[in-house]
Structure formats: structure tokens, C-alpha cells
């Protein structure tokens, strides 16, 4: 199905999908959109402190670039990584 170009910039469609599966916006939205939906503030500090400290995580080159082949010791490397950033904090 082609889409033409405001609804591919509007994402109006995407929302529709999203809200019929039930799914809640947790990003808040632009201050220049007509519609201004809710979204869940204690959701989206939740999302941002998670994407915040997989970035940080991710400044290991280590953890960030997987040298470890087996499972095992990658996580015990980002186990690591995330007790040394937690005890630097």
C-alpha cells in the first residue's frame, strides 16, 4: 500500500496502529502537533534512564563492540561494566 507524503511525515497511521494494539505512548509529544495525546511520564523516565545507561554501557568498547564469543562471558562483562559504572556514580 503506497502512502503519500503527509502521511508519511504525520505518522498518523502508525499512532492508529499502535493505540489498537493497545500500546501507550511513552515519548512526549511535539509542541507544534494539533492533537496533543497523553503520554506516561513515569514510563518515559523509566525508557529514558534504560536508554541512558545501555549508552553508557555502550562506552565500553568491550561490551559495545561483543570480543567475547560465549554468552557467558559477555554478560559477566557487562556485569562488570554496569557494577563499575554503578560504584563511579
Known amino acids: 500500500m503506497a502512502r503519500t507524503t ?3 511525515t504525520d505518522a498518523r497511521w502508525a499512532k492508529r496502529y499502535l493505540r489498537r494494539r493497545g ?5 512526549p509529544p511535539k509542541s507544534d ?3 496533543q495525546p497523553s503520554f ?3 514510563a518515559y523516565r523509566q525508557r529514558s ?3 541512558r545507561t545501555v549508552n553508557r554501557l555502550k562506552g565500553w568498547r568491550r561490551v559495545a563492540t561483543r570480543y ?3 554468552e557467558v562471558n559477555y554478560l559477566a562483562m557487562v556485569t562488570i561494566a554496569a557494577i563499575v559504572l554503578l560504584w563511579l556514580e
Not at 500500546?23 to 515519548?27: D, E, Q, S
Open 68 to 70: 567475547e564469543r560465549r
Open 33 to 35: 502537533q494539533p492533537l
Open 23 to 27: 500500546i501507550r505512548a511513552v515519548i
Open 49 to 51: 534512564h534504560v536508554e
Open 40 to 42: 506516561d511520564k513515569a
Open 6 to 8: 503527509r502521511e508519511l
